[in-house]
C-alpha cells in the first residue's frame, strides 16, 4: 500500500493497520533525511499550511512547524492567544478567514473535542488533528508506536502499561488504539477516579496496583495530571497521588526485569515520575520528541500526495 485511506488525520481510530505501517515505514524514511548534513527536501515545496494552536503547546506546534519547514512548505502560524479571539471572534469565523487565504492544509489544536472534525466538514483544506480535548491526539500516539518500536525493535506482542489521568487523556486514547492495532498489548493503571468506567471495552485491562502494572509491563508510559481539564477534585493531594502512582528509581529498582519509561510531555517532575527516572538511560522521552518531527513529515507528505498534488 502507497496512500493513506483517509483525507484527513482526526484521530487514530478510522485508521487501517495499513494506514499506520505507511505512516511509521514513511517515517523510517524522513529519519535519515534528518540525520543527514542537509536536512530539508522539497516534497511540500509550493504547497501552505496553517498551524492553528487554539490551546498551548510547545512540543507539538515546534514539531509540526520543523517537520513542514523540514518539507519546504510555505507556513502560516496562528495563536489564539494572541489574536482577535481575544476580542471575541469565533472558532468559525477565524477559521474562515484563514481558509480564504487558499490553504491547503491545516494542522489544528483545539480544546473542544470535535473541533478538527467540524473544520474537515466545512473546507477542501486536508485537516491534522494536533490534539482536541480529552479526545484524541493521533501524532503523540504514532511517535510513542515508533518510539516504542524503535527502542525494542517490535511491537507485536510488546505490553504496555499506561499510567496516570486516563479519564483526561487523548493520549491515552490515541495510544490505546494504536497500540492495539499494531499487536501490543495495553494496560491502564491509575486511581478508579481517573479511570474511565467502560475503559475495558476498549479490550484493556485496568491495573490499580502501580507495582503490579510495572512488573507486567515492557513499557510504562507516564501520563501526566490534567488539571486544567478537571473540573473537581478526583483524588486528596499531588503528594497522595505521587505516593500511589508516582515513578522512582526506587520502585523501578524492586523489579526484576528493566522497562522502558515514557511521557508524552509536558512533565510535572516529582509527581508522576522523579528527575531521577526521567533524566535515566531507562527513559526515552527525548528520543518521542526527536522522533515526532520524523513521524510529523510522514503524515504531511502523506496527506499531501493523497488530496493535494492528485
Ligand atoms: N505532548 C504534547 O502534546 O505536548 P505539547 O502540549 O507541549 O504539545
Same mark, same amino acid.
Given at each position: 500500500?502507497?496512500?493513506?485511506? @483517509?483525507?484527513?488525520?482526526?484521530?487514530?481510530?478510522?485508521?487501517?493497520?495499513?494506514?499506520?505501517?505507511?505512516?511509521?515505514?514513511?517515517?523510517?524514511?524522513?529519519?535519515? @533525511?534528518?540525520?543527514?548534513?542537509?536536512?530539508?527536501?522539497?516534497?511540500?515545496?509550493?504547497?501552505?499550511?496553517?498551524?492553528?494552536?487554539?490551546?498551548?503547546?510547545?512540543?507539538?506546534?515546534?514539531?509540526?512547524?520543523?517537520?513542514?519547514?523540514?518539507? *519546504?512548505?510555505?507556513?502560516?502560524?496562528?495563536?489564539?492567544?494572541?489574536?482577535?479571539?481575544?476580542?471575541?471572534?469565533?472558532?468559525?469565523?477565524? $477559521?474562515?478567514?484563514?481558509?480564504?487565504?487558499?490553504?491547503?492544509?491545516? @494542522?489544528?489544536?483545539?480544546?473542544?473535542?470535535?473541533?478538527?472534525?467540524? %473544520?474537515?466538514?466545512?473546507?477542501?483544506?486536508?485537516?491534522?488533528?494536533?490534539?482536541?480535548?480529552?479526545?484524541?491526539?493521533?501524532?503523540?500516539?504514532?511517535?510513542?508506536?515508533?518510539?516504542?518500536?524503535?527502542?525494542?525493535?517490535?511491537?507485536?506482542?510488546?505490553?504496555?502499561?499506561? $499510567?496516570?489521568?486516563?479519564?483526561?487523556?487523548? @493520549?491515552?486514547? *490515541?495510544?490505546?488504539?494504536?497500540?492495539?492495532?499494531?499487536?501490543?498489548?495495553?494496560?491502564?493503571?491509575?486511581?478508579?477516579?481517573?479511570?474511565?468506567?467502560?475503559?475495558?471495552?476498549?479490550?484493556?485491562?485496568?491495573?490499580?496496583?502501580?507495582?503490579?502494572?510495572?512488573?507486567?509491563?515492557?513499557?510504562?508510559?507516564? %501520563?501526566?495530571?490534567?488539571?486544567?481539564?478537571?473540573?473537581?477534585?478526583?483524588?486528596? *493531594?499531588?503528594?497522595?497521588?505521587?505516593?500511589?502512582?508516582?515513578?522512582?528509581?526506587?520502585?523501578?529498582?524492586?523489579?526484576?526485569?528493566?522497562?522502558?519509561?515514557?511521557?508524552?510531555?509536558?512533565?510535572?517532575?516529582?509527581?508522576?515520575?522523579?528527575?531521577?527516572?526521567?533524566?535515566?538511560?531507562?527513559?526515552?522521552?527525548?528520543?518521542?520528541?526527536?522522533?515526532?518531527?520524523?513521524?510529523?513529515?510522514?503524515?504531511?507528505?502523506?496527506?499531501?500526495?493523497?488530496?493535494?498534488?492528485?
Amino acid at each position: 500500500m502507497s496512500e493513506l485511506s @483517509v483525507n484527513h488525520l482526526l484521530g487514530i481510530k478510522g485508521l487501517t493497520e495499513d494506514d499506520l505501517n505507511l505512516i511509521i515505514e514513511t517515517a523510517d524514511q524522513f529519519k535519515d @533525511v534528518l540525520s543527514r548534513p542537509i536536512k530539508k527536501v522539497p516534497s511540500l515545496r509550493d504547497i501552505t499550511i496553517a498551524n492553528l494552536f487554539f490551546e498551548n503547546s510547545t512540543r507539538t506546534r515546534l514539531s509540526f512547524e520543523l517537520a513542514e519547514k523540514r518539507l *519546504s512548505a510555505d507556513i502560516v502560524n496562528f495563536s489564539a492567544a494572541a489574536s482577535s479571539v481575544k476580542k471575541g471572534e469565533t472558532l468559525i469565523d477565524t $477559521v474562515n478567514n484563514i481558509l480564504s487565504m487558499k490553504v491547503d492544509m491545516v @494542522v489544528m489544536r483545539h480544546s473542544r473535542p470535535g473541533a478538527p472534525h467540524f %473544520l474537515a466538514s466545512r473546507t477542501k483544506a486536508s485537516v491534522i488533528n494536533a490534539g482536541d480535548g480529552a479526545h484524541e491526539h493521533p501524532t503523540q500516539a504514532l511517535l510513542d508506536a515508533y518510539s516504542i518500536r524503535e527502542r525494542l525493535g517490535k511491537l507485536q506482542g510488546v505490553k504496555v502499561l499506561i $499510567v496516570g489521568d486516563i479519564t483526561h487523556s487523548r @493520549v491515552a486514547i *490515541s495510544n490505546i488504539f494504536s497500540l492495539q492495532t499494531l499487536g501490543a498489548e495495553v494496560r491502564v493503571c491509575g486511581p478508579r477516579t481517573l479511570i474511565p468506567k467502560h475503559i475495558e471495552s476498549l479490550g484493556v485491562k485496568v491495573e490499580y496496583d502501580l507495582m503490579k502494572g510495572l512488573q507486567w509491563c515492557d513499557v510504562a508510559n507516564m %501520563l501526566r495530571i490534567q488539571l486544567e481539564r478537571q473540573d473537581i477534585k478526583y483524588f486528596p *493531594s499531588l503528594r497522595e497521588y505521587t505516593m500511589l502512582y508516582g515513578l522512582n528509581m526506587e520502585r523501578l529498582n524492586q523489579l526484576d526485569k528493566q522497562i522502558v519509561i515514557m511521557h508524552p510531555g509536558p512533565i510535572n517532575r516529582g509527581v508522576e515520575i522523579t528527575s531521577e527516572v526521567a533524566d535515566s538511560e531507562h527513559a526515552i522521552i527525548l528520543d518521542q520528541v526527536e522522533n515526532g518531527v520524523a513521524i510529523r513529515m510522514s503524515v504531511l507528505y502523506l496527506l499531501a500526495e493523497k488530496t493535494v498534488r492528485n
